[in-house]
């Protein structure tokens, strides 16, 4: 007797249960459409002071047996999937996400293409220095069969009174000496007003970990048809990186590629924290191609070929290195910059590897 009145009850309440989940997943959907909407018209999805209204209408309504804390806390928790639900619904909708295109995005440089399966090792100094200093990299790697070669003209500084680059002398050497060996540039550029410039004289323009969220920057980078560079920033979430490429894309230029140079933790053994995790989590979220940069992201020469590996075997499209003639005498970055056999050893070491094919 007292079983069956037991399988009745618990038929009820599986009737309930069915009822309540075909009511959450009406409220989901309206809370879609609501998030929509708030999309539209470009205002924050989460509005505490309408969700505390909620709760106190419904604090008001509650006649137990639940007293109001848990009323309070039950429905906070379906206020809270709501939100998360309209956000992912957003990221979604992302123009860099993986979910609004499958297919990899292939940057081409020439004959040189970034995220097409063949990883690239893009390798060069750290600052351009002198045109002599710039010949002689380009030279050596030439002569490794390196395509693209980086070096940095505007070089953002932590103090001022540090070597602040050529500037658009700078960019006029790299083009030069490139022009002669059949190699593709990256440099940085640090002001808008200079985007439109520099792409009269490199191939690939470098936006800096320090300026990841420069939103200014970012559009002026969107509004070329150049491909674009984009580090993650010091103390950059993988989101805000994938935030940060959407201005440029959203902007019509979908020529760009991420790059992981280490983030700051309070780890002290490298120069920061190289988070090989976000290689897969990129590729996984993004189309875009994803680079590592050993040098900034470990900040010393010894374990720059096992973390390349790293990155390539977590799936890189590529590698970023800096070498220089003479290391010790460098303007910027002297500890950390390969010398030509350095360079040589870490590029076979590499190689040896299997990994770059
Ligand atoms: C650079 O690549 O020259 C550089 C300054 O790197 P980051 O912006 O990653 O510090
Ligand atoms: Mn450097």
Known sequence: MNETRLEKLRRQLDGVNQALLTMLSERAAIALEIG??????GVPKYDPVREQLMLKELVAKNNGPFDDETIRHLFK??????????QEDHGKHLLVSRKRQERNTVVTLGEVAIGGGKPVMIAGPCSVESYEQVREVAAHLKASGITVMRGGAFKPRTSPYDFQGLGVEGLRILKEVADEFGLKTISEIVDPAHVELACEYIDVIQIGARNMQNFE???????VRKPILLKRGLAATIDELLHAAEYIVSRGNTQVMLIERGIRTYEKATRNTLDISAVPILKRESHLPVLVDVTHSTGRKDILAPCAKAALAAGADGVMVEVHPNPAIALSDAAQQLDFSEFTDFYDDVLRSGLMK
Do not use: P, Y
């Open 77 to 86: 928790q379906i206020f809270q999937a709501s939100l998360k639900i309209q």
């Open 36 to 41: 929509a909407e708030k999309e539209r018209q």
């Open 217 to 223: 920057l970012l559009k002026a980078a969107g509004d």
